[in-house]
T-cell receptor, first 114, second 117 residues
Framework: AQSVTQLGSHVSVSEGALVLLRCNYSSSVPPYLFWYVQYPNQGLQLLLKYTTGATLVKGINGFEAEFKKSETSFHLTKPSAHMSDAAEYFC????????????FGKGTLLTVNP | DSGVTQTPKHLITATGQRVTLRCSPRSGDLSVYWYQQSLDQGLQFLIQYYNGEERAKGNILERFSAQQFPDLHSELNLSSLELGDSALYFC????????????????FGPGTRLTVL
């Protein structure tokens, strides 16, 4: 069975600082990995996804993530935080199989301080 | 705006009652997914329909059921409601949702917030 662990339920950064949100996954087969963002009172929006190929994936709003198989990680980064990045971020994994579903992490709330 | 619509936006009801949540997928999307987001359990997959047929089941309680109609809209029925069913219920849609289309992006609706008193 697949699982996702997001380290840190709350991350706080200053505007302009590096954003690093950590995600580790467990999967018995090569996974597909996703990062979603949820702004207050809104649904989830896909930031980026890894399926196959290049392990460094670029997404919207300047975010990127790197798939590291040896570390079973898919950490999300952004070089310079903006106030508008304040939101909750969810890492998710899909590993195929007969039960066809995305498994989400518990989420990381990102706060950006002026 | 993802193109996925959900109604109602908010729903307040009492324990033991039954409610129906509605979802209209993006134009052209054949798959609909239902998720429950609560403080206790986080974001959990409930069920997926593809072109009217149930495709996959997640952590959906027996008190809950769903269906997808010929026009591809979907309804999630929650019955014998309990306090613990209070949550945000999301619907998402994707073009395919088949094994080949697993990497289809799932587009999420704004959610229905259910409060059970």
């Amino acid at each position: 069975a697949q699982s996702v662990t997001q380290l840190g339920s709350h991350v706080s950064v200053s505007e302009g600082a590096l954003v690093l949100l950590r995600c580790n996954y467990s999967s018995s087969v090569p996974p597909y990995l996703f990062w979603y963002v949820q702004y207050p009172n809104q649904g989830l929006q896909l930031l980026l996804k890894y399926t196959t190929g290049a392990t460094l994936v670029k997404g919207i709003n300047g975010f990127e993530a790197e798939f590291k198989k040896s570390e079973t990680s898919f950490h999300l980064t952004k070089p310079s935080a903006h106030m508008s990045d304040a939101a909750e971020y969810f890492c998710a994994v899909f590993s195929g199989g007969s039960n066809y579903k995305l498994t989400f992490g518990k989420g990381t709330l990102l706060t950006v301080n002026p | 705006d993802s193109g996925v619509t959900q109604t109602p936006k908010h729903l307040i009801t009492a324990t033991g009652q039954r409610v129906t949540l509605r979802c209209s997928p993006r134009s052209g999307d054949l798959s609909v997914y239902w998720y429950q987001q609560s403080l206790d359990q986080g974001l959990q997959f409930l069920i997926q329909y593809y072109n009217g047929e149930e495709r996959a089941k997640g952590n959906i309680l027996e008190r809950f059921s769903a269906q997808q109609f010929p026009d591809l809209h979907s309804e999630l029925n929650l019955s014998s409601l309990e306090l613990g069913d209070s949550a945000l219920y999301f619907c998402a849609s994707s073009v395919s949702g088949t094994r080949v289309g697993v990497t289809d992006t799932q587009y999420f609706g704004p959610g229905t917030r259910l409060t059970v008193l």
